[in-house]
């Protein structure tokens, strides 16, 4: 795409412009090409192609990784399969039933002539799985092999409990991989209902990024201010810039021709990143102050001219809009795949968002956020039961049930707590609508907003919210009652948004539109010929639900070389914040586990399934997910939310700080698993998550091209959790202050994971050995180990543009050793980043040794607290040394109020060991890290 080779040019220059080589960009790609091929060694063609187009930029040969060929599209849906094929395809393992003591047949194909009263064999199969599974209840060891060449289409959740333990749910062997889908088959009657015209319109492959959002006149301005004390947040992100002074930063908006503002935003006090935007109203960025914002618009012309548009003497050919009418009483359809490819719900600004990255299809103003609404009041709950290893914030368990939180279920919330605390800390609200300035919604007000609603991106990019349009306002707005519990952390106001699911804004080619009242589907073509695809409505939110009890729990079930496919949308439903982090969840999943144990899942494929695609949900014990490929869900690939309780009378069920019941996913493994693009919806959304779990192994998995960071652990309930030879890359590739690998620890839990015997302390958790990104806004480090996590292991790992991240708002008792920090940045060039508030106090002091750190020329070794003395070593709370810093001129250390030489620092005597050396090439730099990590 132009888009992406546009960008990664711009990356190259930048790279070379800052310090760093200039060839250091494409090395990592063809290091972490090689990485994957270790991991995973039987990747097919298919996978190779998709990582090509992330690693090498869609073949463009700036960064040339593999001669591999996909063999299909990259984003393409499932290939076609014929009923009997003895090739399998996508990498899927072996299925041989080998002994299994029973097998029953389940063959929908309408020339097997299936009954679910049949006997269940080749020559006689049942049509459905969950017949299947009812003849293989309490048969030990049986199968349940599903033929390939047809989709499966269960018409209502396989519900499998105790009495299914043992059974193996897999495909034929010697068929291509069975598919089963959520969704139902439409089969339409298209007539002719129209032609539409755009004239000028651009795609993403035709305009560089965000110049279908800006307005004629931001190119035309003479000069740019400077406005000192501004508070910035809005605009539309082009990422940041390294820079050393406001003046620099300015100078690196004016050589870009899509940037409109620049911003000098302190970090923390003392410290300052370059924010980089283009167009719409600024006022702050992530919640955090900024000394000075620069209104720039004298920069130079981009490729092509800015909207609106001057007519085309040659327009561009019509769009087609068919229509079919549906039986009556179809339910409203919200979601459409076409030849197993996601359409677009009718939208504006047009996008499609299975390949188009924000802020293509956003808007970037608002004439006014409405104010919330009242929830009433909120009941505080607070324990007072403390963990001493902490030193003011995260002492004791708290959060507050209703009041705003009423938003989700159960409406309880860590941020609802009469005085949460962290980064940028308030309680939860929501606006409670928007109005809208008029050139912003050319088609609006519309005929009818039924179904319509409004995605908006909360302020910072931490997640983005969904709200179900309740009516349209005079003047241009629309209110809301449903919606915005898809984040942990909320706002009084928005930021970027769009709207979907109006009539009016159907004009684009794959848009859908579904009028319940008439019962019309329209469909838009860029073809003057009837449809001739095949057309599919997502129905079912979950495809299995495995659900027993801890004291009576489901057993030994495997699914094995399956294609899971088709599910609905869950962003309307029921969320609430799982623990003390930053997330919101739905305990839901197109495969949902509860109250289990030896549950396997493996050999097979997810794929655009519109919620999560697999949640481990209360008490499970050792499910192993793997070699799996998932890729195109609507929100979180794996995830594992468990259950607490609490003994205030207010606290709701399945909420608290005592884990002590073990009612949570213990000793996952998640292992060896190819993982990508996922949030089409929800953008708060990762490879895995966790929250209220311990114990996982998180193993060998690839994990890229993701909104957010790619691995998320909520909480510190019980630790021992295990990170270890992943490769990581293109994360936080829509959200912002983040790792590629995220963690938090606000809520204090009991639980006997440690020792055996209750305690408020975890179990360390350890990082190791992984090939870790911080590429796209991964502006927190490798690990970002965000507001109190504590008891870290975090060593040998091979960090491309990510530090430590270490001491944040009373974190402590962490170790990061034997890395290796290549150009990292934390909040700006560092590679050992301490929170500036205070030091841990000991003996949980964070540790920083035994690393080797490559900075650029004038950049930070190390970044600090103000609150020691440089003539005091005794005052400076961190344990640094015998790390060797790298660097092509002079490295900085700033600590103690001060910014001084790395080779000063070292004189003050409490980093003993550090070495500082010149710098490496980028080839030198590859070696090394193949090295760490054994390619």
Request: charged share 15%; with cysteine; hydrophobic share 35%.
């Amino acid at each position: 795409m132009i888009v992406k080779t546009a960008l990664l040019g711009l990356l190259l220059a930048a790279a070379a412009t800052h310090g760093v080589p200039a060839d250091f960009e494409c090395a990592w790609r063809k290091s972490a090409f090689a990485y994957a091929k270790k991991l995973q060694p039987w990747l097919t063609l298919e996978q190779l192609g998709v990582l090509t187009a992330s690693l090498d930029v869609e073949g463009t040969n700036p960064c040339s990784v593999d001669p591999a060929t996909p063999t299909t599209t990259p984003g393409a849906a499932i290939p076609p399969t014929t009923h009997r094929t003895a090739t399998p395809t996508f990498g899927l393992g072996s299925r041989d039933l080998g002994t299994q003591a029973a097998q029953v047949v389940v063959d929908p194909h309408p020339a097997a002539r299936c009954s679910d009263t049949a006997a269940g064999t080749v020559a006689a199969p049942l049509c459905s799985i969950a017949a299947g599974v009812a003849k293989c209840r309490g048969v030990v060891g049986c199968t349940v092999a599903l033929r390939g060449g047809v989709v499966h289409r269960p018409n209502a959740t396989v519900h499998l409990t105790s009495a299914d333990s043992g059974v193996t749910i897999m495909g034929y062997p010697g068929d291509s991989p069975p598919v089963v889908s959520g969704a139902s088959a439409v089969t339409p009657n298209w007539q002719p209902a129209g032609t539409v015209h755009l004239p000028n319109e651009p795609t993403s492959d035709q305009w560089p990024i965000g110049a279908t959002e800006r307005n004629a006149g931001e190119h035309d301005a003479a000069k740019c201010t400077l406005y000192p004390g501004t508070d910035v947040t809005g605009g539309n992100d082009l990422g940041t810039a390294s820079a050393t002074s406001a003046e620099d930063c300015l100078s690196k908006c004016q050589a870009d021709c899509r940037c409109s503002v620049a911003v000098w935003g302190q970090t923390s006090p003392g410290h300052h990143n370059c924010y980089l935007k283009y167009a719409g109203r600024v006022e702050a960025i992530g919640g955090k102050p900024a000394n000075a914002a620069i209104n720039c618009t004298n920069r130079p012309s981009c490729p092509v001219p800015p909207s609106p548009k001057p007519p085309s003497p040659n327009p561009p050919p019509p769009h087609y809009v068919w229509k079919t009418t549906l039986p009556q009483g179809t339910p409203q359809i919200n979601g459409l795949l076409v030849d197993g490819v996601r359409a677009i719900r009718a939208r504006y600004p047009n996008a499609n968002p299975e390949v188009d990255k924000f802020p293509i299809g956003y808007i970037s103003s608002v004439n006014e956020w409405l104010p919330p609404r009242d929830y009433g009041p909120i009941k505080y709950i607070n324990y007072s039961e403390t963990r001493p290893d902490y030193v003011s914030l995260f002492q004791n368990y708290r959060g507050g049930v209703g009041g705003a939180c009423s938003v989700y279920s159960p409406p309880f919330s860590y941020w609802c707590a009469e005085v949460p605390q962290g980064g940028g800390a308030s309680q939860f609200t929501l606006p409670s609508g928007l109005m809208y300035k008029s050139n912003d919604l050319p088609h609006a007000p519309y005929k009818s907003v039924d179904g319509a609603v409004i995605w908006s991106w909360r302020p910072g990019h931490w997640a983005n919210w969904a709200f179900q349009v309740e009516s349209q306002l005079e003047g241009g707005g629309f209110n809301w009652s449903v919606g915005g519990f898809q984040g942990g952390r909320g706002n009084k106001h928005g930021a970027e948004w769009f709207i979907e699911g109006v009539l009016e804004e159907l004009d684009y080619p794959m848009e859908w539109y579904h009028d319940t009242k008439t019962g019309d589907l329209l469909f838009v073509t860029n073809s003057s010929t009837a449809p001739t695809n095949t057309f599919e409505a997502p129905v079912l939110k979950t495809l299995f639900d495995l659900r027993g009890t801890q004291a009576d729990p489901v057993r030994n079930v495997t699914f094995s070389g399956l294609v899971f496919t088709g599910t609905a949308y869950t962003y309307l439903d029921p969320h609430s914040p799982p623990s003390g982090g930053d997330w919101s969840f739905q305990r839901s999943g197109a495969i949902f586990l509860e109250g289990t144990t030896g549950v396997t899942i493996k050999d097979s494929r997810l794929e655009r399934l519109d919620g999560n695609g697999i949640l481990i949900s209360g008490f499970n014990q050792y499910t192993t997910i793997s070699r799996n490929h998932i890729a195109y869900t609507g929100d979180t690939a794996i995830g594992a939310w468990g259950y607490t309780k609490g003994s205030d009378p207010n606290q709701p069920e399945g909420t608290g700080p005592d884990g002590t019941d073990g009612n949570f996913p213990r000793y996952s493994v998640i292992e060896n698993n190819f993982i990508h693009h996922l949030g089409i919806h929800e953008k708060q959304s990762s490879c895995f998550f966790q929250a209220k779990t311990a114990q996982s192994t998180i193993v060998g998995n690839i994990c890229f091209e993701i909104p957010r960071a790619g691995i998320n652990l909520n909480d510190g309930l019980g630790g021992g959790t295990l990170i270890e030879q992943n490769l990581l890359f293109n994360t936080c590739g829509e959200s912002g202050d983040h790792g590629a690998i995220n963690t938090w620890d606000r809520q204090a839990y009991l639980t006997t994971v440690a020792t055996g015997e209750p305690s408020y302390r975890p179990a360390e958790n350890e990082i190791h050995h992984n090939f870790i990104v911080s590429d796209g806004d991964a502006d927190g480090g490798a690990v970002d180990n965000d507001d109190g996590s504590s008891f870290y292991n975090i060593h040998h790992n091979f960090c491309i543009y990510g530090g430590a991240k270490m001491g944040n708002i009373d974190g402590h008792g962490k170790m990061v050793h034997n890395n290796i920090h290549a150009y990292s940045h934390v909040y700006g060039t560092t590679c050992f980043w301490n929170w500036p508030g205070w030091f841990p106090e000991p003996p949980y002091h964070e540790q920083y040794f035994n690393n080797t750190c490559i900075i650029e020329d004038q950049q930070n070794y190390i970044t600090g607290p103000n609150a020691c003395s440089l003539t005091n070593g005794s005052s400076i709370g961190i344990v640094a040394q015998n790390n060797t810093v790298v660097v092509n001129g002079t490295a900085l250390v700033k600590i103690c109020g001060k910014t001084v030489t790395a080779l000063e620092w070292l004189q003050v005597g409490v980093d003993p060991g550090t070495v500082v050396q010149p710098g490496m090439a980028s080839d030198e730099i590859m070696t090394l890290g193949a090295a760490l990590l054994g390619f």
